[in-house]
């Protein structure tokens, strides 16, 4: 094994990244100017006891912990056992976040009956509906597939700023800068999954949700006095 493996797989240099990771949400957060623009939908089913299914592109996951309010539930967030799910996982645990960790060897059947167990728990899950390594902005059914089984309602979610940092990633990851001006959006979504759905009603729902992700996340970018961001890798 290589000495660059070694440290990138190295439990110590991973909580400090983490830290690091979580330290610099905290200080962007704190330091700037945020709006909230439509949680009120989201809150009132939580409140009333019911999780939800929270979905956001995998470019706008880092805000996750300031979109969901933990005194109205508990959330679970899938990650994936690679290095990079990991680190998120652990950023979120920093937060108090709950993980599911996903694995190339694990049956989608498996994960979905873990999903579904947490949100028989009462958890709230969140996807990032085009990871863990894209294509960008393109949804997968999974979602739809636990709101079949679940009943649960789907909400859509994301956020901008006016300043940010892109990575180099396969999705052009962002991280907002301090001192900035950003908003954070939450749409329910409208349409429901029949238990029934055939191959054309599932890809019909899923271009409905993929249309709902990239609505609200436009708008995001609106709000933050950005241009819309559709230029991915």
Same mark, same amino acid.
């Given at each position: 094994?290589?000495?660059?493996?070694?440290?990138? $797989?190295?439990?110590?240099?991973?909580? @400090? #990244?983490? /830290?690091?990771?979580? /330290?610099?949400?905290?200080?962007?957060?704190? +330091?700037?100017? &945020?709006?909230? $623009?439509?949680?009120?939908?989201? $809150?009132? #089913?939580?409140?009333? /006891?019911?999780?939800?299914?929270?979905?956001? &592109?995998?470019?706008?996951? #880092?805000?996750?912990?300031?979109?969901? $309010?933990?005194?109205?539930?508990?959330?679970?967030?899938? +990650? +994936?056992?690679?290095?990079?799910?990991?680190? #998120? /996982?652990?950023?979120?645990?920093?937060?108090?976040? @709950?993980?599911v960790p996903m694995s190339s060897h694990k049956r989608h059947v498996a994960l979905s009956r873990e999903v579904l167990r947490r949100i028989g728990d009462g958890y709230t899950i969140g996807i990032a509906v085009d990871g863990p390594r894209g294509p960008a902005r393109q949804a997968s059914t999974v979602p739809l597939v636990w709101a079949r089984s679940s009943g649960k309602r789907i909400f859509v979610l994301s956020w901008s700023a006016r300043r940010v940092l892109r990575f180099p990633s396969w999705d052009r990851f962002m991280l907002p800068l301090p001192f900035s001006r950003g908003t954070l959006v939450c749409r329910a979504w409208q349409d429901t999954v029949p238990r029934k759905a055939d191959d054309t009603e599932t890809e019909a729902l899923r271009q409905s949700l993929q249309a709902a992700l990239d609505a609200v996340t436009d708008a995001s970018d609106a709000a933050a006095g950005r241009a819309p961001d559709r230029l991915v890798p």
């Open positions: 094994m290589s000495l660059r493996r070694k440290i990138a $797989d190295s439990p110590r240099v991973n909580r @400090a #990244v983490a /830290g690091l990771f979580s /330290g610099w949400v905290r200080l962007a957060y704190a +330091t700037s100017r &945020w709006e909230r $623009d439509g949680f009120e939908a989201m $809150d009132e #089913v939580l409140r009333s /006891g019911e999780p939800v299914i929270f979905c956001v &592109w995998h470019q706008r996951l #880092v805000m996750a912990p300031y979109m969901f $309010d933990q005194s109205l539930g508990r959330f679970c967030s899938l +990650t +994936t056992s690679a290095r990079a799910g990991r680190l #998120v /996982g652990q950023v979120l645990a920093r937060f108090g976040f @709950a993980t």
